[in-house]
């Protein structure tokens, strides 16, 4: 495809997106070099040079334009393989990994992996795994026979370790989370995430439920999820919050949107819950939902 340095200068012409990272361009005269897309106006074609390696360029004593920022895309995208490795690990862990090991695994060390982990999905790696414990328990809690076996299938160590989070994860005690919501007044409300729509419940004790997708469909899987709860949808104290947190810019990190799709929920869904857990008010009974605006 650039295989040749006619089909590379074609490419640096077009500014073609598609082969940055497959080679870089260096303009002679000013010894700065540039990835194909590179904005800046077009050198001539006498002054361009062509390099597969970063590493060459630097050695020569090129400077990375800094417009363009060659080597930033490829660094981001090895941060993001790096994190998502250990993320899919944590996925399928049942006890609670090692940090140590994590780090191992993605090539860094202790300090380095919490850092770029932390910068790139918004949560620290334990906080990841005790939300992929929390999504595997909510899951179980519907099918395993006991709330024990559920308990000890998705990760939990212990009974007192569940029940110390339950609330927090559940939002109501997990015989009524198994029982379909029965007794348990649920309110819900939708926002718009940057992933799309989503619709947020919460019941007495905390959210109970995060889902994706379009309000009808959303709204189904609510009712499915809780047969026997009394619903109160568009619950404006709850969108207004939920307004607010989604339009926090969940994580500057440039590498962040290389993340899969799978583990960007995770984390978006664990941040929702977190700010609704937390700020700056814990969630108030059904009887003491402050009026938002008059009319
Ligand atoms: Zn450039």
Redesign the pocket.
């Known amino acids: 495809m650039y295989d040749s340095d006619e089909q590379r200068w074609r490419a640096v012409r077009e500014r073609d997106e598609a082969a940055d990272g497959r080679f870089y361009y260096v303009v002679k005269t000013t010894g700065?070099?540039?990835?194909p897309?590179?904005?800046?106006r077009l050198a001539r074609r006498e002054n361009v040079e062509f390099h597969a390696s970063l590493e060459e360029l630097r050695t020569r004593g090129y400077r990375?334009?800094?417009?363009?920022?060659?080597g930033e895309l490829e660094r981001n995208r090895q941060h993001a393989d790096r994190v998502t490795r250990t993320c899919l690990l944590m996925n399928a862990a049942t006890e609670p990994p090692n940090l140590d090991d994590l780090a191992r695994s993605a090539g860094y060390s202790r300090f380095h992996y919490h850092r770029v982990f932390k910068s790139l999905t918004g949560l620290t790696p334990h906080t990841y795994w005790t939300a992929v414990r929390a999504r595997r328990v909510r899951e179980m809690l519907i099918r395993a026979r006991t709330v024990a076996d559920a308990i000890y299938q998705a990760g939990f160590g212990t009974n007192g370790q569940f029940y110390a989070v339950s609330s927090a994860i559940l939002g109501m005690t997990p015989q009524a989370f198994r029982a379909g919501g029965a007794g348990v007044e649920i309110r819900s409300a939708m926002g718009v995430s940057d992933a799309g729509p989503v619709l947020v419940a919460v019941a007495e004790k905390g959210v109970c439920a995060v889902l994706d997708g379009p309000e009808s469909e959303t709204r189904a899987r609510l009712a499915e999820l809780f047969p026997d709860a009394r619903h109160r949808a568009g619950d404006r104290w709850l969108e207004e919050r939920l307004a607010r947190e989604l339009a926090r810019p969940a994580t500057p990190h440039p590498g962040a949107p290389l993340l899969p799709a799978e583990v960007r929920g995770i984390c978006r869904h664990e941040r929702i819950r977190q700010s609704l857990r937390t700020r700056p008010h814990p969630l108030p009974g059904p009887a003491d939902v402050p009026a938002l605006r008059a009319g």
């Open positions: 700065i070099f540039s990835r897309s590179c904005a800046a990375p334009c800094r417009r363009c920022r060659p």
